[in-house]
């Protein structure tokens, strides 16, 4: 089989290597999340079985603006005002001083570059605003452990600059004045980032349309934009319908009661799915057993839109030893990789000019196509099953373990 990556994690399918397998929730998002039942697809580059989940495609946006590797050069923009959203929450609120921070999609996210130490870290934060807004906005959470949310959260001060890259992303919503449809947007935790954005960009920009927003938080004082929420409910009650679920419920709380899970989403949506757009962003438990629920209801995969916020662990996997010659097709070259360095690494060393964001297997900007050969990835990350079919790979987190053709580049 060509270009079958494989993970050295666990032995999903008894003595027969699997391809990367499908991702487990972050730490990031919570700990007790658990990894769906269902297999993992193995990759096969190339093609193989027909996948029932649409590949994304790489935005416009960020290829046809950005530079890549370590040649691009980031802009800076001023923070001009920092919300405290919950105790593990601010919104970063910055000013529009380039065209990037006026014409970005809803549903997009920054890529911010971050010194600590003298330690180069990027990372990804969606718009929290919507396309269009004076003011545009990132939302960051601070994660248990998590250098740069750390670092942010004690450092970062109004009047400072920030280093930026993008926007990108295609996990986004384009509104048409002339469509009026249904949009269902599920979220669970920080994942309420991008889909305010999208619900405000609807509300705003389709008159015709009407939003659910169904959105699950830990605790009362975990709901992030709790008070905008309310506002825009409030503002649009014939358009909007707002359903809030809490873990940990007070005793007379007024919505649902327990995980937002997929049971409870056909539940309150009164098995009404079709021609329904649904976009799904949270935890990795709480996102399978909602795509499970909403597949099992008849709705297509097409209709199904995601977006994942998991960074790959350098440390869940065993990283090859060997030396290996990676050949990139499109222009023809060839170069030697090194033990226990990822593949962007290597290229970017060599001057080879892929494309990355994060760094951290979150963004899937990194993404190449194996032509052949195996690679062993970080776990967890943000490819779909249906890339992981076709023989992507992320080289920010692979480590090739054969010689490699990749396509593309």
């Known amino acids: ?102 014409n970005y999609r809803a549903g997009q996210h920054l890529t911010l570059e971050v010194s600590i130490d003298g330690t180069s870290f990027r990372r990804c934060y969606s718009f929290s605003t919507a396309p269009g807004a004076a003011q545009p906005a990132i939302t960051v959470r601070r994660v248990e452990g998590g250098r740069v949310s750390g670092h942010l959260f004690e450092t970062l001060r109004v009047g400072q600059t920030l280093k930026v890259s993008g926007p990108s992303g295609s996990f986004t919503l384009v509104p048409d004045a002339r469509r009026q449809a249904h949009h269902v947007m599920i979220a669970g935790g920080v994942g309420i980032t991008p889909l305010i954005s999208m619900v ?32 825009l409910a409030q503002a649009h009650a014939q358009r909007l319908n707002l359903v809030l679920a809490l873990d940990r419920p007070r005793a007379r709380w007024p919505g649902i009661k327990g995980q937002l899970s997929g049971e409870r989403v056909l539940e309150a949506l009164g098995g009404a799915v079709e021609e329904t757009e649904f976009y799904v962003c949270g935890p990795a438990a709480m996102m399978d057993s909602v795509i499970a629920a909403l597949t099992g209801a008849g709705v297509p995969a097409g209709r199904i839109h995601q977006e994942r916020f998991t960074y790959a662990d350098s440390a869940s996997v065993s990283h090859p030893e060997g030396v290996y010659a990676v050949r990139f097709a499109a222009s023809g070259r060839t170069l030697r990789s090194k033990p226990g360095e990822p593949l962007l690494q290597t290229a970017t060393a060599a001057g080879i000019p892929l494309p990355y964001s994060c760094q951290m297997g979150g963004c899937g900007q990194c993404r190449i196509k194996v032509a052949s050969g195996e690679v062993v990835m970080d776990q967890p990350n943000c490819l779909s099953r249906a890339e992981i079919e076709a023989g992507y790979i992320l080289s920010c987190c692979a480590y090739p373990a054969s010689d490699l053709v990749i396509e593309g580049a």
């Open 1 to 102: 089989m060509a270009g079958l990556v494989r993970s050295v994690l666990n032995n999903w399918f008894g003595s027969t290597r699997p391809s990367v397998q499908q991702r487990s929730a972050s730490a990031r998002w919570h700990a007790g999340a658990v990894t769906p039942a269902s297999a993992p697809l193995p990759v096969r580059a190339g093609g193989g079985a027909r996948a029932s989940v649409s590949i994304r495609k790489p935005s416009a946006r960020w290829f046809a603006g950005q530079a890549s590797g370590a040649a691009a050069a980031a802009p800076t923009v001023r923070v001009e005002q920092i919300i405290d959203e919950t105790p593990t929450a601010k919104t970063v609120v910055l000013a529009p001083s380039n065209d990037a921070l006026r």
């Open 200 to 231: 405000e960009a609807v509300l705003a920009g389709e008159p015709l349309s009407r939003v659910t927003l169904l959105y699950g938080s830990r605790s009362e004082d975990e709901i992030i934009f709790h008070e905008r929420l309310a506002r």
